[in-house]
């Protein structure tokens, strides 16, 4: 898919730049120009450039996932997990400005966004209740975070702990929606 592509051309790009820089110094426009793209061409698919290391945590994630037939929750993730520790150079550079929670932010809704949809389609809602969208958020914040500090090297652990330590803090209603939604094969 051509918008795939375009995309791709920024996140590779802006990973050569973090060999040269740290994400502070990164411009739009220099990333544009390197790719030979106009800026609007990357405003179309990013918000900034934190909006695309989000977008390459995600794409991250779910390759991670979907190099596995694991049918266990804990075990895809931890098989997640284990493929962005192989690109965890990249991460330690784009996670290195502390004092920009923008990152985060993004990677946060994301998880947000995927666990509700999940619990809906496990539930048959149409909507989440106030308590459990901030049962989602609550272990989502502490998740992404979690996650976070060990790409950074902050934590050590293995995929595997991880996962099982997230798996067992997470909500009933999340650990069962989740273990129904890879028992069907859709995330």
């Known amino acids: 898919m051509f918008k795939d592509r375009t995309k791709k051309l920024f996140a590779a790009e802006l990973e050569s730049m973090l060999t ?31 909006d695309l290391v989000a977008w390459i945590f995600e794409q991250d994630f779910r390759a991670g996932m979907e ?3 694991l049918t266990d929750y804990r075990e895809q993730t931890a098989a997640a997990l284990a ?7 990249f ?12 990152i985060e932010s993004y990677i946060q809704a994301f ?27 609550f272990q989502s914040y502490g998740s992404i975070g979690i996650t976070v ?16 330590w997230e798996y067992e803090r997470m909500p009933k209603f999340m ?5 129904a939604a890879v028992r069907e094969g859709v995330q």
């Open 20 to 50: 040269e820089m740290p994400l502070e110094k990164v411009r739009v426009k220099d990333l544009c120009e390197r790719c030979g793209a106009q800026r609007q061409a990357f405003y179309y698919h990013f918000k900034d450039k934190y």
């Open 67 to 69: 190099e596995t037939a």
């Open 83 to 89: 493929h962005m520790w192989t690109r965890r150079s």
């Open 175 to 179: 650990r069962d929606a989740y273990d």
């Open 149 to 164: 500090e060990w790409l950074r090297g902050e934590l050590e652990s293995t995929p595997g702990k991880i996962a099982n």
């Open 111 to 137: 998880d947000v966004e995927m666990s509700s949809r999940v619990v809906l389609r496990h539930s048959g809602a149409k909507t989440l209740s106030e308590q459990r969208l901030f049962d989602i958020k």
């Open 91 to 102: 991460y330690r550079k784009a996670f290195a400005d502390k004092s920009q929670n923008s």
